[in-house]
């Protein structure tokens, strides 16, 4: 008989520097949705957001956007995003996974019908894209 997966809670992170979408989900419903969007003016400000963020769902890992070129090449922004995800492995000692993010605020625009506050739910849809690509459920009907 397969060893039972276990349950994990994911938080993901549509990283910017003036706005970080958060999105929640769990490995048993592979379901995303958005949470929130953070907005810190100061890096310290940013760090208090996110571990009151950490505290109250307690995640075991998280997902981080990585903004890549139309062609999959890094920029600038992809370097800021690992930066911000291995931050994030230093500062709370969480797994970190990063997620191809290209597409995903156009996706949550049409998704809103607006670009407002379109950053956690281009978050769910990055962690969305985490599930999806998950291997399928072991000792699953």
């Given at each position: 008989?397969?060893?039972?997966?276990?349950e994990e809670t994911l938080l993901a992170f549509d990283y910017g520097l003036k706005k970080i979408g958060v999105a929640i989900g769990n490995t048993l419903t592979r379901q995303a949705r958005p949470l929130q969007v953070l907005r810190p003016v100061t890096?310290?400000?940013r760090f208090q957001a996110i571990e009151a963020v950490l505290r109250e769902w307690g995640p075991q890992r998280v997902v981080v956007g990585l903004p890549l070129t139309t062609d999959g090449q890094e920029q600038y922004a992809s370097l800021r995003c690992r930066r911000f995800a291995n931050q994030l492995h230093g500062r709370y000692g969480l797994a970190?996974?990063?997620?191809?993010?290209?597409?995903?605020?156009?996706?949550?625009?049409?998704?809103?019908?607006?670009?407002?506050?379109?950053?956690a739910v281009?978050?769910?849809l990055i962690l969305q894209r985490y599930f999806d690509a998950l291997p399928a459920r072991q000792g699953s009907d």
């Amino acid at each position: 008989m397969p060893e039972a997966v276990a349950e994990e809670t994911l938080l993901a992170f549509d990283y910017g520097l003036k706005k970080i979408g958060v999105a929640i989900g769990n490995t048993l419903t592979r379901q995303a949705r958005p949470l929130q969007v953070l907005r810190p003016v100061t890096k310290e400000q940013r760090f208090q957001a996110i571990e009151a963020v950490l505290r109250e769902w307690g995640p075991q890992r998280v997902v981080v956007g990585l903004p890549l070129t139309t062609d999959g090449q890094e920029q600038y922004a992809s370097l800021r995003c690992r930066r911000f995800a291995n931050q994030l492995h230093g500062r709370y000692g969480l797994a970190v996974e990063l997620v191809d993010e290209r597409g995903t605020s156009v996706e949550a625009q049409a998704v809103l019908g607006n670009n407002d506050d379109d950053d956690a739910v281009a978050a769910a849809l990055i962690l969305q894209r985490y599930f999806d690509a998950l291997p399928a459920r072991q000792g699953s009907d």
